[in-house]
Every structure is written in structure tokens, then in C-alpha cells.
């Protein structure tokens, strides 16, 4: 390498507090720091911009919706405590940076990552085990934690030095939040919320969707993020709007094939019903649909069925359609 030529590193950013300081303690040591945040139905690149703009890293955004989502429906190493496959997710995300990496010059990799904060997918072992399945092991530096960690090629070549990187570990986030003062960082967002995999609410959601439509794509995963949803069959679900907000992010996100169905003569929610229009399926959506809106139990209600007849129910009593919220 040219001794007058400053190392060139790429970060897998998250833009939670960890990432940030990483990319600014590799930034104190001299080193060139990009990012790089990965956009998918479970979590988007909104936290990432914010923090970036805030320490002044150089981001790019990249779209992998389709292809995570197959690696989320079938993660050859399992899950965590809900759907979040993370030893094949970060995996999955370094390979991709490894890509970026070899196409562009850089010298090497890294992450927030802090050995020991998640006993399942931050242990020793785990850390190996996903710089293996990524195919980048020898690229990849973990600045937080690099002075608990065997020494990497980087360090050893020189390219950072290993005594001006961190030897956190652990759970607590004290430590973090006295270098993110020392690093002068004023704004970070809280640690939980960038992941929906990680909650159990999204999970459940997501668990159903795949196991009724294994084939689902990334159209029908987003439309998880709005509504009450309601198992009505093994064959029909419905998406119930909680307010006008709601109504209108459903109209967005209907997927192809979706029926909308609304209660004539008074406001109320816009209803999604997706499956097969048999008629047993579509009265129950109907029913329930009315009972979310202003009609009392009971009240017999017109429902439009779009693109179909307007069928009359009797609103369907909020109490018992709760068994078949998801």
C-alpha cells in the first residue's frame, strides 16, 4: 500500500449508536470511512441517513428487499427469540458489502458490532462464524470490541492501529455512552426499533403471512406494517384501517388481488380482504368490518364489495372478532 495513501473502510451501519462511534473511532485512527445501510421490509434507511448527516459519514443506501426476504423465510441457521435470523443476516450483509469492497477499492470492512451485547448472535463464536459465511473473514475489523478480539490482518499490516481501537464488551450501554461523549456525539437514537424481526407483534404477523402464503413477496410483508389484521380462514384474511392515517397507507400498500370493502352511509374504516371471494369468507370480513366502524352490534350494515355487489350484515361485536386479531 502507499504509505501516504490514508486506509479506505467500509461500515455496515445501522445508524444506532454503536455504528456511529465505530465509524468514528476508525475515523480518529486515521482511516477513510464510508457506510453503507441495507433497505428491506423490516427496516428502512431513515435511522441510518439521520445518523450519518449527524458524524458527517459519506452513506449509500442499498435495496435487498426481495432477496433478504427469502433468506427470512427459510435462515439456514435459525432464528433469534422471533423471526430474526441475524447470523445470516449480518452474513448476508457483509457479503454484500464484500462486493462493494472488491468493486471499489477498499481496504477492509467493519461493523458496530459489540462481543457479548446479544448473547446469541454477538458471542465469539457467532462473530467467526458469520465473517465465514460471508466469505469476507479476513476483511472484516470489529473497532468496539477489536482489543478483545484476535488481531486482524488489517492491524497487522498496519493499516489501523490495534491500541486506538475499543475493548468493549458486554451487555451494558455505559460504555458506549461515555465515548459517544468523548467522541463529541450529542444525538443518537434508543437502542431498540431498527429491526421489526426483533418484535414479537410483527413476528406473529409475519409468522401467519408465511405460513398461509408461503410465496408471499415484498408487497404483501409491507402491508403487515398497517392495520388490525384478522385470520378469518385458512384461505382469507382481512386489514381493518385504525384511522384515516391508517386508510390511506393501506390504499398504498393493497397488493395486487386485495378487495376493498367499505360501509356505506357513514365514515369508517377501509377494509382489505385478501384470499378467494367465497361468499362465507367475504360476509365474515364484511360483518367485521362494520363493527369496527359506527354501526352498533347488531345493526344490519351495506358494504361495499369492490368490483362486486354490495352485500347487507349485521355488524359483527368488536369483542368477538378479537379472537381472530393477529
Given at each position: 500500500?502507499?504509505?501516504?495513501?490514508?486506509?479506505?473502510?467500509?461500515?455496515?451501519?445501522?445508524?444506532?449508536?454503536?455504528?456511529?462511534?465505530?465509524?468514528?473511532?476508525?475515523?480518529?485512527?486515521?482511516?477513510?470511512?464510508?457506510?453503507v445501510?441495507?433497505?428491506?421490509?423490516?427496516?428502512?434507511?431513515?435511522?441510518?441517513?439521520?445518523?450519518?448527516r449527524h458524524?458527517?459519514?459519506?452513506?449509500?443506501?442499498?435495496?435487498?428487499?426481495?432477496?433478504?426476504?427469502?433468506?427470512?423465510?427459510?435462515p439456514?441457521?435459525?432464528?433469534?427469540?422471533?423471526?430474526?435470523?441475524?447470523?445470516?443476516?449480518?452474513?448476508?450483509?457483509?457479503?454484500?458489502?464484500?462486493?462493494i469492497?472488491?468493486?471499489?477499492?477498499?481496504?477492509f470492512?467493519?461493523?458496530?458490532?459489540?462481543?457479548?451485547?446479544?448473547?446469541?448472535?454477538?458471542?465469539?463464536?457467532?462473530?467467526?462464524?458469520?465473517?465465514?459465511?460471508?466469505?469476507?473473514?479476513?476483511?472484516?475489523?470489529?473497532?468496539?470490541?477489536?482489543q478483545?478480539?484476535?488481531?486482524?490482518?488489517?492491524?497487522?499490516?498496519?493499516?489501523?492501529?490495534?491500541?486506538?481501537?475499543?475493548?468493549?464488551?458486554?451487555?451494558?450501554?455505559?460504555?458506549?455512552?461515555?465515548?459517544?461523549?468523548?467522541?463529541?456525539?450529542?444525538?443518537?437514537?434508543?437502542?431498540?426499533?431498527?429491526?421489526?424481526?426483533?418484535?414479537?407483534?410483527?413476528s406473529?404477523?409475519?409468522r401467519?403471512?408465511?405460513?398461509?402464503?408461503?410465496?408471499?413477496g415484498v408487497?404483501?410483508?409491507?402491508?403487515?406494517?398497517?392495520?388490525?389484521?384478522?385470520?378469518?380462514?385458512?384461505?382469507?384474511?382481512?386489514?381493518?384501517?385504525?384511522?384515516?392515517?391508517?386508510?390511506?397507507?393501506?390504499?398504498?400498500?393493497?397488493?395486487?388481488?386485495?378487495?376493498?370493502?367499505?360501509?356505506?352511509g357513514?365514515p369508517g374504516?377501509?377494509g382489505?380482504y385478501?384470499?378467494?371471494?367465497?361468499?362465507?369468507?367475504?360476509?365474515?370480513?364484511?360483518?367485521?368490518?362494520?363493527?369496527?366502524?359506527?354501526?352498533?352490534?347488531?345493526e344490519?350494515?351495506?358494504?361495499?364489495?369492490?368490483?362486486?355487489?354490495?352485500?347487507?350484515?349485521?355488524?359483527?361485536?368488536?369483542?368477538?372478532?378479537?379472537?381472530?386479531?393477529?
Amino acid at each position: 500500500m502507499n504509505e501516504h495513501r490514508r486506509p479506505r473502510a467500509l461500515g455496515i451501519f445501522s445508524g444506532g449508536l454503536d455504528s456511529m462511534l465505530a465509524c468514528l473511532l476508525l475515523r480518529r485512527a486515521g482511516v477513510e470511512v464510508e457506510a453503507v445501510t441495507f433497505q428491506t421490509p423490516f427496516f428502512g434507511p431513515e435511522r441510518a441517513r439521520r445518523s450519518a448527516r449527524h458524524i458527517g459519514v459519506p452513506l449509500r443506501v442499498a435495496p435487498v428487499g426481495p432477496v433478504h426476504l427469502e433468506i427470512v423465510k427459510n435462515p439456514p441457521h435459525g432464528y433469534g427469540s422471533n423471526l430474526n435470523p441475524c447470523i445470516d443476516c449480518h452474513a448476508f450483509m457483509f457479503s454484500q458489502a464484500g462486493q462493494i469492497l472488491r468493486a471499489e477499492g477498499f481496504d477492509f470492512l467493519f461493523s458496530g458490532e459489540v462481543l457479548g451485547q446479544r448473547p446469541m448472535s454477538q458471542n465469539r463464536q457467532a462473530l467467526a462464524l458469520v465473517a465465514k459465511l460471508s466469505g469476507c473473514g479476513g476483511l472484516i475489523l470489529r473497532p468496539l470490541s477489536a482489543q478483545n478480539l484476535p488481531p486482524t490482518a488489517m492491524e497487522a499490516e498496519g493499516l489501523v492501529d490495534r491500541e486506538k481501537l475499543g475493548a468493549l464488551s458486554g451487555r451494558s450501554r455505559k460504555p458506549q455512552m461515555a465515548l459517544a461523549a468523548e467522541l463529541g456525539v450529542t444525538d443518537y437514537p434508543a437502542p431498540a426499533g431498527g429491526c421489526l424481526l426483533t418484535e414479537p407483534g410483527f413476528s406473529r404477523r409475519l409468522r401467519d403471512l408465511l405460513e398461509h402464503q408461503p410465496g408471499a413477496g415484498v408487497e404483501e410483508v409491507e402491508l403487515l406494517k398497517h392495520g388490525r389484521h384478522l385470520r378469518l380462514s385458512p384461505r382469507a384474511k382481512l386489514v381493518v384501517g385504525r384511522n384515516q392515517a391508517d386508510n390511506q397507507a393501506l390504499e398504498q400498500a393493497a397488493p395486487p388481488g386485495a378487495l376493498r370493502l367499505r360501509a356505506l352511509g357513514a365514515p369508517g374504516p377501509l377494509g382489505l380482504y385478501l384470499g378467494p371471494p367465497e361468499a362465507e369468507d367475504l360476509r365474515l370480513a364484511a360483518a367485521i368490518l362494520a363493527g369496527y366502524g359506527k354501526a352498533a352490534p347488531g345493526e344490519e350494515v351495506r358494504v361495499q364489495v369492490e368490483e362486486g355487489p354490495v352485500i347487507s350484515v349485521e355488524a359483527r361485536d368488536r369483542r368477538l372478532a378479537a379472537p381472530l386479531l393477529l
